[in-house]
């Protein structure tokens, strides 16, 4: 797998969600909604001669500041289990499949408090387990 495709690609899934801003990298500015596929931790050699890779992919979900009571009502689309702003629904849609992996899972969501430019904001760490070829 390329680790940029990767990112490209699960960066342009999301992109698909309406009113979502959306990067492929790493930021040190958001604005609220705002999804950042982060780097992956690497697993290589998952089947034997290198016929695959796993990728543990996080992606943050910056929803609103700390301070917002509203943050966490705004939260709740983006880490439900199906919907239009569901990002398991929109990451695990298999009707158009993926290109630079041949799997995605969304494995598990953690809630924690980053800061960006000095401002603390809720976020949702979405973990993917992506699995492609390791050739």
Known sequence: MNLEAVMTEVAARLDTIDNLRVFDHP???VNPPTAIVSLPE???DQTYGRGS???A???VLAIGKVVDRAALKNL???VAGDGAKSFKAV???DATPYVAFDSLRVQSI???VYTFSSIEYTVAVFLLDIIGDGA
């Open 27 to 29: 930021v040190d500015t």
């Open 42 to 44: 690497i697993t290589f």
């Open 53 to 55: 890779d796993r990728y």
């Open 57 to 59: 992919l996080p992606v």
């Open 76 to 78: 709740a689309p983006y």
């Open 91 to 93: 990451l695990e849609d």
């Open 110 to 112: 953690e809630f924690d």
